[in-house]
């Protein structure tokens, strides 16, 4: 069924006018074609759709993304990257978001991991409603919220109102003058999830790796940059994150030890006349692929008996929380219990510092939010 909902990169221009050389990643994506007897370990999808969103020219994003990204570096062989082409948009807005629901079905039940080079936002909700779950972790990196109630307001700005129920949403970049008391609590009481403003995430930009690795997808919009570092955008801000904070974003979600997708939305090629924010949405795409190709597979299962354990007595529960570290990997894991301890402890990640609040007899917000979750 792909093949009917995908134009493949074979008849794509982009690809058809790449030559480069076997150290670029152009070369490599060539080589390994789409198999579904072999299956990839990453695949790369386009969805060039915009009348969702008020610039009509991020429906070109893919291709003006894939034309720079086919000029990085390669990797080593033994990754398998395999470039799936772009979706065939259908006549209507609603034919394009099936195409999508139905291409993300088939490759979230063959497990493989997903890289999504945008089109505009709101196709973050079929990509999502095609994992057919009951509950759905998303992380959005963004300036604002879009939670619009305006009549006039375009898909890509009320998306976040038509996700599946049960979707958990983490807001990370967000700049608090474009985020209202009605948005945040929206995120907070509407969806169990929480915002991380760009001061709060700068603050301690590690903490951001143990959201990325729990989510499912992350939807990455253009406009969440600082404008002067990544043109292309249409809705200009001055603030936001630089190139690096978003390579090291991509990068998280890319070493998690969940298959999660990346998907980067927003950018618009006629608004970048150098290309250089084409560059900038490549290298940021490049980054999720290297953070994959050195993830562990070291999600605590069972006994965990090749992580190290530790059980912290904090007052006022009656028995201690206890913490899993991976000894290379050096990442966290916390235990929460059932509240009548029919269930095995639910793991889920966290940092150092949730190590340390228990130690000083302190209960971190995340183990009280997944208690009352459960």
Known sequence: ??????????????VKQYEGNAGELGFQLKSQRWNPDQLPQIAILGIPEARGSRSPQVAQAPDAIRRHLYTLSAFPPGIKI????????????KDTYAAVKMV??????????LLILGGSQEMTVPLISGFRREEFDLVVVD?????????????????????PVGTTVG????????????????????????????????ADFKELEPMLRKCDLVSFDFGSMKGSEAPGQYRISPNGLTGEEACQISWYTGIST???WFGIFGYTPDNDPTTSGAMMAAQISWYFING??????????DEATNFEHYHITVDGLEDPVSFLLHPISQRWWMEVPSEDCTFFPV???????????ACKNEISEKWWKYFNKI
Do not use: W
Request: hydrophobic content about 35%; aromatic content about 4%.
């Open 292 to 301: 994959m190709s050195k993830r562990l597979d070291e999600e605590p299962v």
């Open 171 to 202: 807001v990370i970049a967000g700049q608090s003058y474009f985020i209202g008391d009605h948005s945040h609590d929206l995120i907070a009481e509407g969806t169990n999830g929480e915002v991380l403003t760009l001061g709060e995430i700068r």
């Open 1 to 14: 069924m792909l093949n009917e909902l995908i134009i493949p990169p074979s008849g794509l221009d982009v």
């Open 258 to 260: 969940k298959p999660s």
């Open 82 to 93: 395999a470039d799936l082409g772009n979706i065939k948009c259908g006549k209507a807005l």
């Open 143 to 163: 300036d604002r919220i879009d939670n619009s109630e305006d009549g006039d307001s375009v898909a890509d700005e009320y998306y976040i109102n038509n996700l």
């Open 104 to 113: 993300a079905e088939q490759l979230s039940e063959l497990g493989v991991r």
């Open 347 to 357: 793991r889920i990640p966290c940092s150092r510092k949730d190590y340390r609040k």
